[in-house]
């Protein structure tokens, strides 16, 4: 077969809205100080890896995975303290529920609605499942235009409705009495994303008893288990039945279930490298602040959004880079952050290598 013959073949079968897709963007890392992906950067202590290897060697790999998971289940439900009338289900990362969530109402006329700018992987799988994506715009706070958002949801009867709270890549929250007006005008669902919960006092788990058109999604990535790939949705069993018919059988490996395990044992350790880097985030946004070049925004999460105000954004990112510092160039994506950079919080002594790179490349 010719390179020609083949395109042509490929371009017969793939769909076209997969083709002008651009796969999801990872940039090699390797001996960088990797501050562009919501990572924590605490390691663990030897005598705690060698307890989670200890238990890892029980770990019977030649079986297929216990199908619900249900020891991870109820560690989680302990730790996050979820009530019993709610059902969990979990996803190999929160990626994997968005993309559930999409199969389950995909068809003919059904849309996807989330403000803009927010997390981009509710728009590239609303794409991947042939769903049309509505992007409503924050206002100039980045926080959601109600009326604009209510006018669409009017006009489009979006199926599902997201709502990052923190929000990425902006950090900041959303009013309680905002997600509520969206909950009540909605006749499809409402998804809160909590990925950045850890990071914040707020929490909506109190909303899922007054709609039932709200569920709330979670992951234990931006906790300190990024690599594992544990997210979970919560909400009313009638909901999460439909949506657990879609997972694919033993979509959480024996590894990872034995680790989630292990690791929610062990919860207090996450919540005080969580507490760390809190105070962490304080200090590195009254630093940020001093720097006249910059425009930074407050955060409820664990990164910091900036702006460049002088340097473009792109040299600026290649400078950090150069400097050994990777962190997220947002510019060139949604106009709404031209000239902005995510900057992941880190240890105090990663933050200051950081802000030094900053201050020499700005
Ligand atoms: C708002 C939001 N939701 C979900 C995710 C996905 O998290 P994961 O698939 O690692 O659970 C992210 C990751 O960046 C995010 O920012």
């Not at 009638?238 to 694919?248: A, H, I, S, T």
């Not at 000239?339 to 002594?349: A, D, H, Q, W």
Request: proline residues 6%; contains cysteine.
């Amino acid at each position: 077969m010719t390179q020609a013959s083949l395109e042509q073949r490929i371009s017969k079968l793939i769909r076209p809205e997969v083709r002008a897709l651009h796969a999801y963007q990872v940039p090699p890392s390797t001996g960088m100080l990797k501050l562009d992906a919501m990572e924590n950067p605490y390691q663990w202590s030897d005598a705690t890896k060698q307890a989670w290897l200890d238990k890892l060697a029980d770990v019977e790999i030649n079986r297929y995975p216990e199908p619900q998971a249900q020891g991870v289940k109820d560690r989680l439900r302990q730790v996050m303290g979820i009530p019993s009338e709610y059902e969990l289900m979990l996803g190999n990362g929160s990626d994997e529920i968005i993309q559930i969530l999409a199969m389950a109402v995909a068809g003919d006329d059904v849309c996807v609605m989330a403000p803009e700018p927010s997390f981009v992987m509710y728009q590239m799988i609303a794409t991947f499942c042939r769903i049309d994506y509505v992007g409503v715009p924050l206002d100039s706070q980045f926080d959601l235009d109600l009326s604009a958002m209510l006018e669409q949801i009017e006009a489009r009867q979006p199926a599902l409705i997201f709502l990052a709270q923190p929000n990425n890549p902006t950090g900041n929250l959303y009013s309680e009495e905002k997600i509520r007006r969206i909950a009540e005008a909605s006749q499809g669902l409402v998804i809160v994303d909590e990925a950045y919960t850890a990071f914040t006092d707020c929490d909506s788990l109190s909303l899922l008893g007054d709609y039932d058109n709200l569920v709330l999604m979670r992951t234990l990535s931006k906790v300190g288990l990024a690599g594992l790939r544990l997210g979970l949705l919560i909400g009313k069993p009638e909901w999460l039945g439909e949506f657990d018919k879609l997972r694919l059988p033993y979509n959480i490996n024996v590894l990872t279930q034995a680790s989630a395990e292990f690791a929610l044992e062990h919860y207090e350790l996450f919540r005080e490298q969580t507490a760390k880097l809190r105070q962490a985030r304080s200090s590195l946004i009254e630093a940020l602040q001093q720097l006249p070049q910059l425009q930074v925004w407050p955060s409820e999460a664990n990164f910091v959004l900036v702006r460049s105000l002088e340097k473009p954004a792109a040299e600026l990112h290649e400078a950090l880079k150069g400097a050994g510092v990777l962190v997220k160039k947002l510019d060139g994506g949604h106009p709404a952050l031209a000239g902005c950079l995510r900057i992941n919080v880190s240890t105090p002594e990663e933050n200051q290598r950081l802000l030094d790179a900053l201050q020499a490349q700005l």
